[in-house]
């Protein structure tokens, strides 16, 4: 998901320096989100793998 907010940041500099401001300005509000939503879902996970570890090493 990262991948895809650097993409979208990258298309909307490069609409910016030829002027399309509006296709920029919405490009740049979707890499926004979709970074927000991978920061929160990379969090998540951490804290998922954290929980499930700490739960095996109790068993062991």
């Known amino acids: 998901m990262y991948g895809w907010a650097f993409l979208f940041a990258i298309v909307a500099l490069i609409a910016a320096i030829f002027g399309f401001s509006g296709v920029a300005g919405a490009l740049a509000n979707v890499a926004l989100i979709i970074f927000l939503i991978a920061l929160v879902a990379t969090v ?17």
Request: proline share 0%; no cysteine.
């Open 44 to 60: 998540i996970f951490f804290v998922m793998g954290w929980k499930a570890a700490k739960s095996i090493d109790r068993k062991l």
